[in-house]
């Protein structure tokens, strides 16, 4: 995956610190309070490509998932079609999530990998997956982990990505699941739909960060740095298909 991050994922032996290298990013979109919510959109003005804050990463010689901008039920959405391949699109972004405790958006899920499972890496892969990424305190880590974080962050020269609260559409799990990644506890992931739920339909989704950052670490958040997408299929060979709408972040709920 990303070079400099492994460097960091294989000192404590976890993958998604890679997925993470680039969400650790400091946004310029730091507005939050003068507004009541926050809208990140992905079509730009024209509706013909994506929004320049929208940046795309992937993971060394991974086949890149394909993201493009479709129109569905009277506006313009993202399309993510994965074939064996994984990468994502990131909103570097910096709020304090008890001034913006609410995130609204809506998911359409087509086609899901068939071997998906969240509970090994070898299926650790979903159509639909939301990340949030906060800031945290190196300090209370592990010692083993504090020296490989401030390692990192030596040779970054920023802060190694330590927190991630990820909603997913999981086949195996019910509904409000929180189960750690198989690859990291610093990335806890929530199952809001399962194979149980109806495919090629919009759903809806509004979550508390706060309460659900809490339910997953056990400890109130830091600031939010940022938010992400993802859909892949190269753990299990297979492939996906999904939309996902616009992201809004609100002061109260909608």
């Known amino acids: 995956m990303i070079s400099i991050g492994l460097i960091y994922a294989r000192l404590i032996n976890i993958r ?58 009277g506006g313009v959405v993202l399309k993510a079609r994965s074939e064996d391949s994984a990468s994502g699109l990131i909103h570097h972004i910096r709020f304090n999530p008890y001034e913006y405790p609410y995130i609204s958006w809506r998911w359409k899920m087509l086609k899901a990998p068939a071997k998906s499972d969240a509970r090994a890496k070898s299926t650790d892969d979903y159509a639909l997956r939301l990340y949030i990424n906060f800031d945290f305190d190196i300090d ?18 920023e802060k190694a990505p330590l927190a991630s609260l990820n909603y997913i559409w999981e086949n195996n799990l019910s509904k409000e699941t929180v189960i750690a990644s198989p690859y990291t506890e610093r990335v806890q992931m929530l199952v809001l739909q399962n194979r149980y739920s109806e495919e090629g339909v919009w759903n809806f989704e509004q979550r508390n960060i706060v309460d659900d950052y809490v339910k997953a670490f056990g400890e109130p958040p830091a600031d939010v740095i940022s938010i992400a997408v993802m859909t892949d299929s190269d753990n299990t060979q297979g492939s996906s298909l999904a939309y996902y709408g616009d992201i809004v972040l609100s002061k109260t709920a909608r």
């Open 16 to 73: 998604y610190a890679v997925i993470l290298v680039v969400l650790v990013i400091v946004s310029r979109d730091a507005h939050a309070d003068s507004t009541q919510i926050m809208r990140l959109a992905f079509a730009g003005e024209n509706n013909q490509q994506l929004q320049s804050q929208w940046q795309a990463y992937g993971f060394g010689d991974i086949a890149h998932t394909d993201y493009s901008l479709v129109a569905d039920s």
């Open 140 to 157: 209370k880590l592990p010692f083993d982990e504090q020296f490989a974080a401030r390692l990192y962050q030596k040779l970054k020269g």
